[in-house]
């Protein structure tokens, strides 16, 4: 089974959020013994997980959820105690018990971070809140728990908390498909094009759902729609050439008529491209191999010499173009 990675924030912006948490947390005085314990070790935690010393952090947020485990400004301990027994977890030892029990303290921890700070009136705990969830569901994960059917329950709860969100979609439906559960992938990705029809990545992963079922005719229907409600963004028209050109030049059960046809949609599609953006040497690029493609076909010597010739412009061109380019453009 494939994973698909779901972690919405590097590491680096994750630890920036715990400095910034640590510091807003500790501020307010308070006379209990065990507040102030909890105060003392979160803060100390931060700065470990800011050093990636996962260990120490774990400890220390253990420390924090243990000694004071109401106290609203200290929530964010829950999900970072997970995230460091989350990193603390080599998958290359996976089986072994004492390995295999971070991960399960990891999800717990999650679940609970998850209920707290979705629940919270504060936007960045809402945020660890949605990420705490994203982390849940990468938990279930092949290379960790391995366990897909939890995993579901979760990304529905997410989509129905923020059905707005198209990446739940996206997340549930490829877990469906690699169950081999296709009607039930299909149907959610049909769902988030329902909840967002003006999102391309709607349509491009609904193709790229259909292409790997090899159902070419719906792949490029996807496309099409796409292109349609964005018929200015050269990059749809290409997209839609890009497809063309794969099938026509890796389907052996195409006939030749069948390649031909396949090869002029996607020079018509390219070319609506380059309508909207001349110098997109992306495109000229593909058309040169559309038009190598349609040369392999042709029966006419002249018209075939004719087809590379125009191939070997569009090369030129577009290297060109690319040689014009500032570095890194």
Not at 55 to 69: G, R, S
Not at 152 to 166: K, R, T, W
Not at 191 to 216: C, E
Not at 273 to 295: C, V
């Amino acid at each position: 089974m494939r994973s698909v990675s779901v972690l919405s924030l590097p590491k680096a912006a994750i630890a920036a959020l715990a400095a910034t948490l640590g510091v807003a947390t500790v501020v307010a005085g308070c006379g209990q013994v065990s507040q102030l314990k909890g105060r003392k070790a979160y803060k100390d935690a931060n700065a470990a997980y800011q050093a990636q010393d996962y260990k120490k952090a774990a400890d220390l947020y253990q420390t924090t959820v243990e000694a004071d485990p109401d106290t609203p400004e200290l929530t964010p301990a829950y999900f970072f105690l997970a995230n460091s027994l989350d990193n603390l977890y080599k998958p290359s030892k996976k089986g072994e018990a004492a390995n295999d029990a971070l991960m399960a303290s990891a999800v717990k921890y999650y679940q609970i971070a998850a209920d707290k700070l979705s629940a919270s009136d504060n936007a960045e705990f809402k945020k660890l809140g949605k990420l705490s969830m994203q982390y849940l569901v990468a938990a279930y994960d092949p290379d960790k728990l391995n366990d897909p059917g939890k995993a579901e329950p979760v990304l529905q709860h997410m989509i129905q908390a923020d059905p707005a969100d198209p990446s739940n979609y996206f997340r549930l439906a490829r877990l469906y498909e690699d169950a081999g559960v296709y009607d039930e992938a299909e149907r959610i990705f049909l769902a988030a094009k329902d909840n967002r029809p003006n999102d391309a990545s709607v349509y491009t992963s609904l193709a790229s759902y259909y292409n790997r079922q090899g159902r070419f005719d719906k792949t490029i229907a996807a496309l099409e729609q796409r292109a349609e409600k964005d018929s200015k963004n050269p990059e749809a028209w290409q997209t839609i050439a890009v497809y063309y050109q794969d099938e026509a030049r890796k389907d052996s059960r195409l006939r030749d008529a069948e390649k031909k046809d396949y090869v002029l949609k996607g020079i018509a599609a390219v070319d609506k491209a380059l309508n909207i953006k001349p110098d997109y040497s992306d495109a000229m690029t593909y058309k040169g191999l559309l038009l190598r493609l349609e040369a392999n076909l042709e029966k006419d010597p002249a018209k075939q010499q004719q087809l590379l010739k125009e191939a070997n412009e569009l090369r030129d061109k577009s290297e060109e173009i690319r040689k014009k380019k500032p570095a890194g453009a």
